[in-house]
């Protein structure tokens, strides 16, 4: 097994519940987001939460985002900075913790929606220079990270165009440099597989690993009900289901991936646990 460990707690989900009116939608909601470690490796975290049509995802979705409020209970996030001089965790030198942890809010995270939503009246690169204007780190170099992220994501070509001129597959990449622009050590995804076909589909998966692997802290929270793709990908899984006798949904399992050797292997397809885990989640559906 590769070696690694987890430490400090990234995100905790503790006791959110979610109430249309009088109506349950999401109950008893905990989990955490750990970062991992692997010696001589930046390893990024991805995070997928699975469930099927209607169970919830969305609202889930925003509730992480900060978009929305819980009826009760918390979404926290640590907040990391490199220029604070606090609590320096020893896994990470020169990266700071400052404590205690917050309550996460809009703009937290890095959204990206399924649509891709982008101003139509402005150009790619204006549109990734207001992204990246926004992040203090970058105060200075905008156009020239702005050029490496073009260079690295195969979009120098498209800079100058408009968002109705680009491909869907163009679009998404556009929205994740927008957000990795903006500096966010969380990116959360709504459905980022659905509607691709087979060719595409691999490049965006090897997009979001690549990402993953930019930033120690990275952590990418991928929101689908695509199960084969989102285990391929990722190092754990949440499954959003329903409990008996109880109304609304909850995470009903948690699989750790990295202890079934699912991890981290771009040919995780050919081996047999895969296919057991695909069947094992469909079974808490």
Known sequence: ???????????????????????????DINFRIRDIVRPGLQQGQVVSLIGR???????????LSGLQSPSSGTIRIGQWSNKLPKETDAAHPGRDIIQPYRVVRPGDMGVIFQNYYQFGWRTVEHSLLLA????????GIEKGTISQYAAQFDLTDVLHRYPSQLSGGQQQRVSIIQQLLKGSDFLLLD???????????????????????SNELKTLIIVSHDIATAVAISDTVFILGKSAGKEGSTI??????????????????????????????????
């Open 1 to 27: 097994m590769t070696p690694y460990t987890k430490t400090k707690d990234l995100l905790l989900a503790e006791n959110v519940h979610l109430y249309y009116d009088d109506k349950c939608i999401l109950h």
């Open 252 to 285: 009903v399992r948690e699989i750790d991936l990295v202890e079934r050797e699912l991890a981290w292997n771009r040919d995780v397809r050919k081996n047999p646990e895969f296919g057991k885990t695909i069947e094992e989640i469909k079974g808490w559906l």
């Open 132 to 139: 990246a204007r926004q992040n203090r780190d970058l105060a």
């Open 53 to 63: 049509s209607g169970i919830g995802k969305t609202q889930l979705f925003r509730l």
């Open 191 to 213: 459905e980022p597989f659905s509607g691709l076909d087979v060719c595409v589909l691999d490049k965006v998966v090897n997009l979001l690993l690549q990402v993953s692997l």
